[in-house]
């Protein structure tokens, strides 16, 4: 159960390096603003929140998450309790 969770952790935080490596930056839109979306833009009106990934963010996180995985695979198999 350990293993699993913790390759899921590494796996999570590598994909997140790598959505970091491809975007400059993510516009989050409020649900349930009735603002039209035109063009796959929304409206002024609607609330907005960026999020700029900071340039040390990718290379952290995948290391981060290969170390995690490494580290996974290291585990015994049954720990003694």
Known sequence: MWRAMFIAIGVT??????????IDKAVLVER?????????VA???AAKRE???PDWAPWSLLS???VVMLY??????????
């Open 43 to 45: 409206t002024a009106a």
């Open 13 to 22: 935080a590598c994909i997140l390096g790598i959505e970091c490596l491809m």
């Open 51 to 53: 999020l700029i990934p």
């Open 72 to 81: 996974s695979f290291t585990l015994p198999k049954k720990w003694s309790g």
């Open 32 to 40: 349930g603003t009735s603002q039209p979306v035109v063009n796959g």
């Open 64 to 66: 981060a998450g290969a």
